[in-house]
Structures are given as structure tokens and as C-alpha cells.
């Protein structure tokens, strides 16, 4: 069961989504053999809340509709309990731990390129394939590396980072040499209905973006939700908090503290129960410790590697040295003269050398703000005398 | 492809094909009509009536042609219901039921009546004695012939015997037993019975109710007096001939191509049995039709042996998935207390007029390698 000389065996992973969509249709339009597959994560009892969001019912009957206009085969798989456990229950514990943490690269981890590629087998399929922009590119020498795609604003390598290194020789992303604006043309040539479908905002679960919401409205969270502290550096109560599950790192908006300058959050202890305030230049900090890293390469770089560091999914990035610490974590210093804003637990540090992607891992803290640490100090000092 | 799924659909015979493409070129008249154009088409019409009740031991003007299995189905409960709306507003059906059984009691629901289910055994039997049980003002009662996803027979006579001693009136779906065991609705004791052309090499979209003559029967659409008043609507001219062709056809060799599809469907299982001897087959204790399989593989869930059997080249269905793709217990499974587990797993495999033995041999090398396919990817969802 292999497919004509020349052609690969492909699943495509298919969200309903016009990337994936458009992924899927260029493989098969260059004679490749595709099945496309959509996996089906929630419980569809009733209609979801938001025709926008991905992975509902009708996002699986516009997948199904592009397999029958490119004629290739479609199938639903049940991942239900694979989302549950991997991606919807850390995101829970999460934010119930004061971290404020990234679904969609757990997605990307356990159900597309984990669960999707044991399941190639059932297909006999050569490759994955899948709508992201990145590109995967074969370096001299043989070695497999993930690659920023052609359009910067779509780049989704940052998504990408957690993808088990494995995966990536078996994986194609048809679209990292494309624009959306391109994606959207070749849909339209190829008479895909999703062409002009609107891009799914936000959490494909938690359409609304009220995540606070979600977790205590409709999974009935109560851990975070204990009204407690706000408190500054030093300790001082400086009012009350809702729950640490309302709160981000950085977060100004919604904290209903009158003030002549803005206060800021700088950290959230849940066990403490108490969320930390201060002000905007207390947010800078002069690098993270992140959790375990997953590498994207042969074998991880060297202490003292220079790389780009992002932060979060639409941060730039800044200049950052490496250094390997403990239990497979790594330590980034910025440069000094460009430490960066709001380092926020649960978030992924992704590292760059170029456009590779090197590999990424959850920030599991930010090192501590000098001048806050400074004043704290002095505060604590006055708080005696 | 090899095509093991012929109880959701089965190839349309040639000859009805053939029949059907003549019958859509010449018979162009509405056979309503007085002329001698539409009097022609009547009597196409009318032959293909009489070629359906012989098929099934009717008489003619019993025979009600309707578009498919879930209209005859509605017409004969909700119209057996509404007529007897008097004397009770009470119905039953048997618990394996197809979805347009339970289509059609949630119709009645929806107009205030109520309903019992009548339970099977772990065989997937439908239980006699639950009959003694209905509550007064039971109207009527719905049993299949034979089970679409396992192919169990179903106690038909006995259900009915029962029923029809407590003045309750008795509904067949027979659309997954036609063609291919026979259809006697007398020996059945049923007031109406439904069957399916494109279950047995007709054409989709053509079907016949069998009412007794003494069946009450309300009709659902009105406002024309074709098929005796009791189905409103210009014929399918068409497919009314390929289904009235098809019963000829399917009837003509019933015997024949029973034990020919039953020998396949032995070797089928005992070659799945040699090769996996973990495997279950569901009902396979009690009298089955000859073409239909129904299996799980301990280990292996049905998407995932789908997906592994549609890459390979070999069509089934599972028994276990909805439209959405959950994988969740069929109700059928779920009746005959099969485990959780097991259930999730099912694989319907059904034989049909032009399997092969060499298919059949094909086919059981593909489902292995899609059960070790299946079992490599894991149960969990």
C-alpha cells in the first residue's frame, strides 16, 4: 500500500479552517494521495457557542466539504480525551496556578503532531501534513530544522515550538512560502468554499476570549477564584483581588485600584493567594528560567549561544544569551540594554538563531527586576524604622 | 475497493438499472392520467405493485409505494397511531430499532403519546414476554425483521402473536431482512411491513409499505388520491419500476444466493477468528441474516479501523461513531449489554450478491493489518 512513483501518502489534518484546507488541496493537487482528517476534540452535544471558533460541527462539514471538492477521502477522529487531559486540563491548572498558560502549542505537542502522527499508520501515510506557516527545510548535512515562514505577520513557528523533534522530518507545511493573501487565491482557484471564511480570534475553545469565564463558568473551576491580596513588592496590602484566576502578568486593565499611576501586575502567587502589583518599570526583568526545553535541533546549543528570544506569540523578540540549567531547563539573559517587559509564567520562550527556530519551553519564571527588588528593599526597610 | 457494506447500500443491478433508464425515457406520462400515454405508465406501475407483493406474500392493493424505509416506516406507526388515537395513545417498539422507528415515535411524542421500549437479550433478541407488559391502550407495536447492525433475527411471529392478542396492531420494518431472507408478511402475523429497494439491487428513494387491508392507516400527506388514498403523491415512476424488478430478481434467487453469501460469511468469520481468536462477534449465538458480521477487536477502536480499512481499500461501516465522529457505544451494542470497551470497537462488515470468495479472502488480510494498525494508535480518544 504505497502510492504511485514519485507521490506521497499524506494525512492532512484538517481544522475546517481555510490553511489547512488549502494545505490539504495543494498536496493533493499535485497528485499526491491525501486523507484528510479532522479530529474532533469537544463534546458536540449542542450547537457551540461560536460559529467562528474551529473543530465544531460545522468546521468538520466545511473540512469534509473541501475533501469532496478536491476529491480525496475524509474521516472524523475522536480526541477528545487526548485534548481533555493534555491541553484543556493544564491550561486549567494554569491558570489556577497564577500562570497564564498557551494552548494552542500543547495542541500542536499531543493532537497534531503527537496523536495525528501515531496515527499515520492507519493510513500507511509518508507524510503529515498541516496548515501552519513555518516551513521545515533539510539543512547540509541532513539535518531537519524549523523555519520562520515567507509571510512574518502568519509565522506560527511560536506555536510550533513544543512539536516533538521526531515529527518535523515527517511533516510538510505546504503553506510556509505563502501569504494568506496568497492562501485565500489558491482557495479561490481551486473553488475551496472556506476561501473568505473569517479567521478564527482567540482560543478555539473559548471563542469569546473570556477564559476566566470559561474555566469557572463552564468546566466549574473554584481553585483561583478565592478573593485575596493585592499586595506590592514589599508586601503592603494594597486592596483586594477577585481570584488569581482573573489576573496576567503585565496586566493593568481591571484591577480597580484608583491611582495617579498605573499599577501593574508583576506576579501571582496562588498558593500565597496573593497578586502582586507595581509599577511599569518594575515589569522589566533581565531574563526568564524556563521549564524542560524541547529542542528543534540535533543536539541543543552550546552555553553562552546568542538567539533570539520571544516571549510571547506577537512579541518581536529580544537578544538573549543562553545557559543550560537544571532538568533540561535553560536560563536566557537579554542584553542589558534591552530587558523586556512582563515575562509571564506559563507563556513559551521560543529561541531563534535567524529564522530557525531552535526550539521553545514554557517560562516557568522571570529573574528578578533589580530596581524592584532595590526598592522593595527600601520600602521593607522604611515599613521597620 | 472492496465493497463489504452492502446493509447501508448495495450496487443497483444491472438489469434494473437498465429497466429504470427505459422507464425514464419512455414513460414520460404522470400515470394519473386518463390518456393512453398515462395509462401505459399505469401499468408499469401496476406491475411493479404485483412483482413487490409477491415478493413479500401480498396482495396487490396492499402494497403502498413510498420513497424509503423511514417514510414507510412513520406511515405505518404514526398512521396505525393517529387512526387508533381513540383507543389509546400508547405506542411500543423494540429497543434495536432502526433510528426511523425511534424517528417516528419522537414524532408522536411530540403530539402527546407516550411509549415503551421492549428489551433484547445479550444475543440481541427482542424479548417476547415484554409484549404481556405493555400498558393497557397500546396501540402499536414495532419489531424489525432482522437487526441492520448485527443482522440478529428478530422473534417477529411470536412478537406479534402476542401483540395481536392484546389488540395491538403490529409494524415490521423488514427493509434490512428483504432480499435477503425471505418475506412472508402472513407467516410474519404483521399489519405493515416495510421494505427497501436499494437494500437489495434497487434504486434509493424506492420503497413499499405493505398494509393489510384491515390495517388502519391515517394518512401523513393528503390531497390526491394516489396509492388508494393512503400516500399522496405523483409516483416515482422510475424506481418504483427498478424496486418492483429488483423484488422479481432478488426474490428469483433468494435461496440460492442465501447460501452462496452464507458460506462466505463462515469463512469470512473463521478466518477472522483464526487470526485474531481475541475477536467478538455480536450475536453470533443467535439466527443471524447470512451476510452480516459484526465484530469488535479488543484493543482497536472502530474510527481507527475505519480510517486503516478505507486506506487499504475495503469498505464497512462501524457500528459506533455519529455524525460527529464521537466514538460512543452504538444503542444496539449498548441494549445487548455489550461492554463499553468492546462496543466502541464494533466493525459492521455485510456481504452482498457480487462478494467474491477471493474478496473475501483479500478483505481478511486488509483487516489484519488494520487491527495492528488500529491497536498501535491506542484506544484512548
Known sequence: ????????????????????????????????????????????????????????????????????????????????????????????????????????????????????????????????????????????GGEVGLFRGRDADKDQTYALALVPYAALSRTRLPLGSLTKTEVREHAHRLGLKVWDKVESQDLCFVPDGDYAGYITGKLGETRGTAPGDFVDAAGHVLGAHRGVIHYTVGQRKGLGLASSEPWYVLAIDAAANTVT????????????????????????????????????????????????????????????????????????????????????????????????????????????? | MIYLDHNASTPVRPEVADAMNAA????????????????????????????????????????????????????????CALARRAEGQHVAFAALEHHAVHGAAHLLHELGWTHSELPCDGDGRTIPDAVDALPAGTTVLSVMLANNETGVLQ???????????????????????????????????????????????????????????????????????????????????AGIVGLGLACELAGAELDAQAERIGALRAAFEAGLRSAHPDCVIHGERAERLPNTTNVSFPGARADHLLLALDARGLAASAGAACASGAVEPSPVLAAMNVPRELAIGALRFSLGAATTAAEIEAALAIVTAAVAAARGAGVRA
Open chain 1, 1 to 140: 500500500m504505497s502510492a504511485a512513483p514519485g507521490k506521497l501518502r499524506v494525512l492532512a489534518a484538517m481544522s475546517g479552517g481555510v490553511d489547512s484546507a488549502v494545505a490539504a488541496a495543494l498536496l493533493a493537487e499535485q497528485g499526491h494521495e491525501v486523507t484528510g482528517v479532522t479530529l474532533r476534540l469537544a463534546c458536540y452535544g449542542k450547537q457551540p457557542d461560536n460559529p467562528r471558533a474551529c473543530c465544531t460541527l460545522d468546521a468538520m462539514d466545511d473540512a469534509r466539504r473541501t475533501a469532496m471538492t478536491m476529491g480525496f477521502a475524509h474521516h472524523v477522529i475522536d480526541a477528545e480525551d487526548v485534548f481533555r487531559h493534555r491541553v484543556l486540563q493544564p491550561f486549567v491548572d494554569g491558570y489556577a496556578g497564577g500562570r497564564t498558560p498557551y494552548p494552542c502549542a500543547l495542541c500542536n505537542q499531543h493532537l497534531k503532531f503527537g496523536d495525528l502522527v501515531t496515527r499515520m499508520e492507519l493510513t500507511g501515510a509518508d507524510v503529515l501534513c498541516t496548515g501552519h506557516y513555518a516551513h521545515v527545510r533539510v539543512l547540509e
Open chain 2, 155 to 237: 422473534p417477529v411471529a411470536e412478537l406479534a402473536r402476542r401483540a395481536r392478542a392484546r389488540g395491538i396492531r403490529v409494524h415490521c420494518d423488514a427493509v434490512q431482512g428483504a432480499g435477503k431472507v425471505r418475506v412472508n408478511v402472513a407467516e410474519l402475523g404483521a399489519d405493515y411491513v416495510v421494505l427497501s429497494g436499494h437494500k437489495f439491487g434497487g434504486p434509493k428513494g424506492a420503497a413499499a409499505l405493505i398494509a393489510r387491508r384491515d390495517a388502519p392507516l391515517s394518512p401523513l400527506s393528503r390531497g390526491s388520491a394516489h396509492e388508494r388514498g393512503r400516500r399522496g403523491g405523483t409516483e416515482n415512476v
Open chain 2, 24 to 79: 425514464l425515457r419512455e414513460l414520460s406520462a404522470n400515470p394519473s392520467s386518463a390518456h393512453r400515454e398515462g395509462q401505459r405508465v399505469r401499468a408499469e406501475v401496476e406491475r411493479a405493485r404485483a412483482r413487490v407483493a409477491a415478493f413479500a406474500g401480498a396482495r396487490e392493493d396492499e402494497v403502498v409505494f413510498v420513497s424509503g424505509g423511514t417514510e414507510g416506516d412513520h406511515l405505518a406507526i404514526v398512521g
Open chain 1, 277 to 385: 502589583l507595581g509599577r511599569r518599570a518594575e515589569l522589566e526583568s533581565p531574563g526568564l528560567v524556563t521549564d524542560a526545553m524541547n529542542w528543534l535541533t540535533a543536539t541543543p546549543p552550546a552555553d553562552g549561544t546568542r538567539v533570539l528570544a520571544r516571549i510571547r506569540y506577537n512579541h518581536a523578540g529580544a537578544m538573549a544569551t543562553l545557559r543550560h540549567a537544571a532538568n533540561g531547563a535553560v536560563e536566557a539573559l537579554f542584553d542589558e540594554a534591552t530587558p523586556q517587559m512582563a515575562v509571564t509564567p506559563g507563556q513559551l520562550a521560543v529561541f531563534y538563531d535567524g529564522d530557525r527556530c531552535l526550539g521553545g519551553a514554557s517560562i516557568a519564571r522571570a529573574l528578578p527586576n533589580a530596581a524592584a527588588v532595590a526598592r522593595a528593599s527600601a520600602q521593607g526597610q522604611e515599613a521597620r524604622t
